[in-house]
């Protein structure tokens, strides 16, 4: 009798967790093995050039509403710089990073509108945005015509195919109760080589997760400084009790 209720429990708890693993998607992305993003958050150059490629190909759609444009003074570059070469709209420096595109609009062309970026690297993750933004094929089936293998029936158009170039799924079929493989291959190419273009995602990457946590790096710098000060303070501290202790041992 005592037996058979924690045998109970126990099987209700499995499908609870069963069911919690279900609804977080922890199984939904399981066959798309996401690549590891090769950024560098300290590589002021590519986060300059991210930037770039953020304020061109993104900010048409997708706002950073938390972002103010002073933040890009941060990468090494001057107000004078970012004023001239990075906003493209007749905002000022102190203004946050809004979007030209009505909300209403968006929602007519993509049935959805498109969302704030201003953290998506917090939710998403470097390397799912790495591997969501160079998995784009064509798919006749989508009114846009496109489709993703990490986002599949995403909204959003291949707004980089003309430098990546239009990739198309192909499916190996498995044997029964095998896995059906699917690779992305690149069937017609754009401006720029597979190469570059990861490169061009990286950075474009690097300057999301920037813009996500832009303390991130004064948060590890001062963190060194505290390890190598508490690392002071215990050899002074350990040279003080020597010194206090040493008549009375
Ligand atoms: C033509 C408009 C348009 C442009 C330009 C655009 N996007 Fe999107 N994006 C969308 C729409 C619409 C969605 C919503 C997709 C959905 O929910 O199905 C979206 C979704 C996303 C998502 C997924 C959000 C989530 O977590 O659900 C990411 C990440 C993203 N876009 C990144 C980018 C980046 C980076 C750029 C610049 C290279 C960009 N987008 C340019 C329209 C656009």
Redesign the pocket.
Known sequence: MKIDFWKKCLVQWGLGMLMALAGSGAFANQAVKLDHAPIDPSDMASLQRGAQ??MN??L???SAQFARYDLLTRLGLTEEQVKKNLILTDAKIADYMTVV?NPKD?KAW??????D?SV?AR??GADW?YT??RSFYRDDQRDSGWNNLV?R?????H??YELQGEQVLKVEEGKPGEHHAATLVLAKPGKMSPKEYDQFTAD?VNY?VFMAEPMQQTRIRIGYGVMIFLALAFVVTRALKHEYWKDVH
């Open positions: 490629h953020f190909y993104c048409t759609c997708h595109l968006a993509f049935g959805v509108p498109p969302p970026l998506e939710v998403r945005l969501y933004l986002f029936q995403v909204a959003m158009p707004v980089l474009l999301l």
